[in-house]
């Protein structure tokens, strides 16, 4: 059976045509129907914050798509040096379709090319700043040498559908995207995406409440548990941030969750963007 890695490999090896399915290319990989049980040990995930972007200085959620500013450019050569500790051999680098997110994923290299960009990764509201491009766009400024979009999808940056600015739809993206992972047939996979984004990846709400959100650049480690395609991450990721002791259990985490989305909510309303009609937050 073939490997996701292979399922990309085979989409990276296909001409652009008009007979080209790439999106039925895409699902499959989300679908995936084979088992590990052929293989050692799943990928260890590194999952970082985009860099800096000039909607985070200037506050501004109205720039459409906004690039990285000079600082998050500098925070970049800050990571590539972290990155560069990393020992995988085989290694994955995929980013959400953003132009902060792609620009992080390719100025932080060491790391192969090209970047894989995931519709799916893309940040939860429907606000400009969190609003993508066309593909036709993208290509023409990054090329197809710097970053794969065969995975993309037409009117990815819509939000309709499948990227619905819901909680909910975020959140099945999300179950999707740790599935792809789960199956990526790498030593590590890196992961370039956003705050919101990251929260519903990981499943991880702790520490929302006292506003201890994901920085500009910042970096955590995590991987797979036993069973199931949950990520938890490591004790050394989370000794860095300052905490110790056990994750909190399903129950915390989903309070914290539904008071967060309270908060994205809320803070939506009073800016004055629409709000979905189809929002609603998770059951207890």
């Not at 179950?175 to 705050?195: F, K, S, T």
């Not at 129950?251 to 008071?259: A, N």
């Amino acid at each position: 059976m073939r490997s996701l890695y292979n399922v990309y490999i085979i989409c990276t090896s296909i001409k652009s045509s008009p007979q080209t399915d790439f999106a039925k290319l895409y699902e499959a990989a989300f679908n995936p129907t084979h088992s590990h049980s052929t293989r050692n040990m799943v990928p260890s995930i590194t999952l970082i914050r985009h860099a800096e972007s000039t909607s985070n200085s200037t506050q501004s959620s109205d720039i459409l798509d906004p690039p990285l500013t000079p600082h998050g450019q500098s925070q970049c050569e800050t990571l590539s040096k972290t990155l560069a500790s990393s020992k995988s051999h085989r290694r994955l680098v995929v980013s959400s379709p953003l132009q902060r997110t792609l620009q992080t994923a390719l100025l932080s290299l060491p790391w192969p090319r090209p970047v894989i960009a995931l519709p799916d990764l893309q940040e939860l509201s429907a606000r400009p700043c969190d609003t993508g491009r066309s593909l036709q766009v993208l290509m023409a400024q990054f090329g197809s040498g710097e970053v794969d979009f065969r995975a993309m999808q037409p009117d990815w940056e819509k939000k309709q559908g499948r990227y619905r600015a819901t909680p909910q739809a975020c959140e099945e993206r999300a179950r999707a995207a740790r599935e792809w992972l789960r199956n990526a047939d790498a030593d590590e996979v890196v992961v370039v995406a956003h705050g919101g984004l990251l929260r519903y990846l990981t499943e991880d709400w702790e520490g929302c409440e006292e506003g201890d959100e994901w920085a500009n650049a910042e970096v955590r480690k995590f991987e797979f548990g036993a069973q199931g395609s949950a990520l938890v991450e490591t004790a050394k990721s989370r000794g860095q941030r300052g905490l110790v002791g056990a994750r909190l259990d399903r129950t915390q985490q989903v309070v914290l969750r539904r008071s967060m989305e309270a908060r994205w909510k809320a803070h939506l309303v009073e800016k004055g963007y629409v709000v979905d009609s189809e929002w609603k937050s998770a059951a207890l």
